[in-house]
Structure formats: C-alpha cells, structure tokens
C-alpha cells in the first residue's frame, strides 16, 4: 500500500503524505515508528499534568507529533481520519547544562504515550492508547479501564484528541466546527 500511495503521488506530481498504518508485532502491542520526530511536530509543554496530585519530583518536558498524512487530513476536514497516530514524547527536564543560566531543557526520552485511531481494530471507541517505556520498545496497550481513555472522552476537544492544546489546529477546529460536545460544555460555550 505504502509503495502505491508513493507510485500515486508521483504520477500526480502532486506532494502528499503516505499514511503509515499503525504496526502491530503482536497482541496488546504496537511499534514505535521509527520516523516518528521527522512527523508534523504539534505542541511542546512543561509539566503538563491532567491531576490535581502534588507536583513529581522532576520538571517534564514533552513533545506531541502526528503522523504527516493525518495531519494533511486534519487541516482539510478538522477531524483526523482512521489510522491516525498521535505520539507524545515525555522527555526529563534539566536546568543545569555546560552554558545554560536559567530556564530548563529537554534531556533524556522517558517513555513514550501513543494514541491511535484504529477503527477495524478498535471498533467501541475507535481509539487506543499504547504505552512505551522507553521510546524504543513496542507500546503496551492500556487497558479500557485506564484513565486515559474517559479523560480523553470526557475533555478532548476533537475526536477525543487534545486539541485544545495544540494552538496551530484550534483555529482549524473552530473554523470546521469540529469540536466536540463534551468540550462545548466544559467550556460553556452555547
């Protein structure tokens, strides 16, 4: 498939984005994609926590990417299409470096949260979360009873994609009319 979409856009001299199919190896387990920091890159934050628990220990810094032909797909329409994958890169934060004064910077990878949408193979919710513990290894799927997923339902603002937090497609989502209506009503819009 990915050799005809290749073979398609050439024919068409017309720029456009392989979808790269999410890679299962085995049950419960999806790969990390290996090219996944040359995708469309989305957010950075610092310390993001979804909690109300005490701060951790150590800042974190992370990194949101999509896959390029998702993203292509998301401008046109403001909703990302089956077999779109979402990584957030959770990377440790330093403030002491050979130069830096004040101010933190991105260290080593910590783990790795994915979050696919897979119809075919996640047909109740459409989406799934996958966790790697070190950015190399194959994602652990997460349980449906993880938090993860009610969350992402219950405030994200397209799709169940944070969306809200990724500033360059919120405008996308308002100008399509693509937020949902759990994020309608959390914040009070009528």
Same mark, same amino acid.
């Given at each position: #498939?990915?050799?005809?979409? &290749? ?15 999410? @890679?299962y190896?085995? !049950? =419960? &387990?999806?790969?990390?994609p290996? !090219? ?8 950075s934050?610092?310390?993001?926590n ?5 701060a951790?220990?150590h800042?974190m810094?992370? =990194?949101?990417f999509? !896959? ?9 329409? %403001?909703?990302?299409?089956? &077999?779109?994958?979402?990584? &957030?890169?959770n ?17 080593? /990878? #910590?783990?790795?949260?994915?979050? /696919?949408? !897979? ?11 996958? /966790?790697?513990?070190?950015?190399k290894?194959? %994602?652990t799927? #997460?349980p ?14 397209v799709?169940?994609?944070f /969306?809200q ?6 405008? $996308?989502? @308002?100008d399509?009319?693509t ?7 959390? $914040?009070?819009?009528?």
């Amino acid at each position: #498939m990915k050799i005809f979409s &290749k073979l398609v856009c050439a024919l068409l001299l017309a720029p456009c984005a392989v979808l790269a199919a999410p @890679q299962y190896p085995a !049950d =419960n &387990k999806m790969a990390v994609p290996e !090219d996944y920091r040359s995708w469309v890159f989305l957010t950075s934050s610092l310390d993001l926590n979804y909690q109300t628990a005490a701060a951790p220990g150590h800042h974190m810094l992370d =990194n949101v990417f999509v !896959d390029p032909a998702s993203y292509q797909a998301y401008v046109k329409t %403001g909703t990302w299409p089956d &077999k779109t994958v979402l990584i &957030k890169e959770n990377r440790m934060a330093e403030s002491a470096g050979t130069l830096s004064k004040a101010g933190q910077f991105q260290t080593g /990878v #910590m783990n790795l949260e994915i979050h /696919v949408k !897979d119809e075919a193979r996640f047909p109740n919710g459409k989406w799934a979360f996958f /966790v790697s513990s070190d950015g190399k290894a194959a %994602g652990t799927l #997460m349980p449906q009873s993880a938090s993860c997923y009610s969350c992402h339902q219950d405030h994200g603002a397209v799709d169940t994609s944070f /969306v809200q937090f990724y500033p360059t497609l919120m405008p $996308i989502a @308002q100008d399509k009319a693509t937020f949902s209506a759990a994020y309608l009503k959390e $914040i009070g819009a009528k």
